[in-house]
């Protein structure tokens, strides 16, 4: 990853492209970092090694709800998918395993169609140039950037 604001940050973006919104998180991090179905323990090493993350993600929220940008602490809480992990428990695997305490953020994109394709809902569409200054204003260094 290059480019202003980016040195030394993590951003990943989590969803499955082909099933409308939930490929929100693909969309906005395409080019700046990673892009994943679902995040995984492997992922711990990749983490412990950035300076900063953000995790990306589409959010099945209540109407008239806006994108959110929050801290994002780790948590130890079982889980019993070996195969994927929460965002609070990826932080948590690479403090455990890495020592790493790594400052990170959650950007959420409020969500409505989950259907198969590859397409955005016009509530979703709405919702990206938020999404949008909120992930520019994380990267030029804001921890909570406004709307």
């Known amino acids: 990853m290059s480019g202003p604001g980016v040195e030394g940050a993590l951003l990943i973006g989590i969803g499955n492209p082909l099933r ?4 929100v ?9 990673l892009q994943r179905h679902q995040l995984t323990p492997e992922l711990a090493e990749t983490v412990a090694a950035a300076d900063r993350l953000l995790i ?9 709800s806006r994108c959110l940008l929050r801290p994002l602490l780790a948590s130890d809480g079982w889980e019993r998918d070996t195969h994927r992990v929460a965002p609070a428990r990826l932080l948590a695997l690479a ?3 890495f020592e790493r305490c790594v ?3 959650e950007l959420l994109v409020p969500a409505f ?3 198969w394709g590859d397409h955005f ?3 979703l569409r709405r919702q990206l140039p938020q999404a949008r200054r909120l992930l520019r204003g994380w990267l030029q ?4 950037p406004r709307a």
């Not at 409308?20 to 490929?23: E, K």
């Not at 990306?56 to 008239?64: H, I, K, S, T």
């Not at 260094?141 to 909570?144: D, E, H, I, L, P």
């Open 121 to 123: 809902s016009p509530q």
């Open 113 to 115: 169609d989950f259907s």
């Open 20 to 23: 409308g919104d939930d490929g």
């Open 103 to 105: 400052p990170a953020h």
């Open 141 to 144: 260094g804001a921890a909570a």
């Open 25 to 33: 998180g693909w969309h906005l991090v395409e080019g700046l970092g």
């Open 56 to 64: 990306v993600d589409a959010w099945l929220a209540p109407p008239r």
């Open 95 to 97: 403090e455990q395993l």
